[in-house]
């Protein structure tokens, strides 16, 4: 299973009326599954970890704040990927696959961007844009201009046709930094340790920086993560005047280079280890915790710290947790 897989395993618990009639009504049909969605002026809080849309979900009271964007797609967007966190939510083998990733958090949102783009975007649409040929950063303006859908709905929808490992950026044009991106993982080996995310900065001297208003181009150039990494792809780009749309591509897609002789790629990877919980043994891999070193168990989710937080029990005086056996009728040794 991958992103793709999980987000059209959800769209598919919908009834069709309800996957058919969100694009034409998003907030009927979030009522129509029992969610109270809210409009806010200003988010107090938002999506950790790249969340691009402006808009966050209280999952077990059903509700959905949402900043509204009049004269603007984004709002449908934004209500696509929150219900995308609801559907999750209710799919347990999501959440264990989830746990076994490095990043589950920047995957979790990556799965609920595609959601929002299946809800939005019919395959027929993609299809009629891009043809046969290899995907372009045009397509994305091209899907835009074709449909009601936002940008990053278009961005996903193209990030989803690539061929290999990718990804198609929004980048602002004013503040050089990452507006949106969606990844495609490689099918084999999963996420690059390099890739453009949201936030990250396109470093000064890139040649997406000097890309006129209204021109376009192709190389075999770089990204550079905040942290110093760096990676070499293959980059179509476009620029509508405020912002540039950019593709990056693991294979040379569009003819760029004459000789091709590709360094190996490293890929993100996460150690396994042996759990004993939920009544049985399991070896799983997956990043442990980083306070008591264990893995987590893809039942319940939890490490062996986390699964001692949650039997402490609080002292009725003070109110600080103790494990079960240091309490005497609900007292600390203190309190008593």
Known sequence: MNVETWAAKAVGGLSPALTHGFALDPLGTLGALGLTAQPVGRLSSTRGDGGACDGVSYLDDDIVLYAPTPNSRRENFTLGHELGHWLANRDDELINWLADQRDPTAQLETVCDRIAQQLLMPAGAIDQVVGDGPVSAQHVLDLYAATNASRPVCAIAIASRL?????????????????????????????????????HAVQAGHPLRVLKPGSSDRWRSFWAAPWGSRADYYIDAVHDGRRVIAVFADTDLWGVSRLHIEPDREYLSAPTGEVTCCGATRRVRGYPCPTCGGQHCPTCGRCRCEKLAASDTQCRICHLTFRPHLLVEGLCEDCR
């Open 163 to 199: 061929r290999a490992m990718g990804a198609v950026a929004i980048i602002d044009a004013n503040t050089w930094e990452v507006d949106f991106v969606s990844v495609r993982p490689d099918p084999g080996r999963g996420w690059p340790a390099v890739f453009p995310w949201t936030g």
